[in-house]
């Protein structure tokens, strides 16, 4: 199975000890979640005071990190209006990322003004792109891009906080992109009590998924995770699981 580690988000050590927050923090997380069996690592910058940033010199700074920690990962991060003023400033710090030190892949939410001139520029600056979607309301303007049949994969993910409506609207959404032409792998993920259903549901789909303290702070048996780590190791044993099933 393809799997994603989304190590930290917004999460803060309030919430869990364990998320990754300095540059030191996600560098070795980071490293930690490919030996972990994860195939790629999406992680957002953070300001000195925890905040999330695309400013260029904090993404520099932790792509640096991350590929001097183990240059094989494969590291992304965001593009989420709520690391900055909106749109313009997006466009702006997006674009002076820097060069030497570009992240390997970029998300784009089409739930977001701008989602489709941002989907452009990250393949405009060499980066690979994925787009999400979070319900079917964004899947008109994923269709409608410039850039739909240039993604990596298509990311779906539900912001109902009952699972099985989260589950059901992974399905729903899968089933309308490939009615739609859409080739690309997609993705399901969910968040918090969501999380775990979403991800069975998708090795039971055979898509991808993405696990870690981004979308969820907890094991399956409810209790804290330890760290990203544990985490991976929890998903491809369900993946184990299923296959042996």
């Known amino acids: 199975m393809f799997l994603k580690a989304a190590i930290n988000g917004g999460r803060t050590r309030d919430e869990n000890p364990g998320v990754p927050v300095t540059v030191e923090q996600i560098a070795r997380d980071s490293a930690q979640a490919f030996v972990s069996g994860a195939n790629i690592v999406h992680a957002h910058a953070r300001t000195a005071d925890g905040g999330q940033t695309i400013h260029p010199d ?141 991800i069975q549901a998708a090795i039971e789909d055979g898509v991808e998924t993405r696990i870690g303290y981004e979308d969820v702070l907890l094991m399956p048996n409810g209790e804290p995770a330890e760290d990203n780590a544990a985490m991976i190791a929890a998903t491809l044993a369900m993946a184990l699981e299923h296959s042996r099933s």
Not at 73 to 82: A, H, P
Not at 121 to 129: D, N, Y
Not at 168 to 182: K, P, Q
Request: with cysteine.
């Open 58 to 198: 904090d993404i520099g700074e932790m792509v640096r990190a991350v590929r001097a920690a183990n240059p094989q990962v494969i590291i992304g991060t965001t593009t989420g209006l709520w690391t900055c003023s909106g749109h313009e400033e997006r466009m702006r710090l997006v674009a002076a990322w820097p060069e030497d030190a570009l992240p390997d892949f970029a998300s784009v939410a089409y739930s977001e003004e701008g989602a489709a001139e941002t989907a452009e520029l990250i393949l405009e600056k060499g980066m690979v792109l994925e787009s999400a979607v979070w319900s079917m309301d964004d899947v008109p303007a994923l269709l409608a891009s410039s850039t739909l049949h240039q993604n990596v994969r298509i990311l779906i993910e539900p912001e109902d906080e009952d699972p099985d409506v989260a589950v059901a609207a992974c399905r729903t959404i899968a089933a309308h992109l490939r009615e739609n032409g859409v080739t690309a792998p997609l993705l399901y993920h969910g968040y918090d009590q969501t999380t775990w259903p979403v």
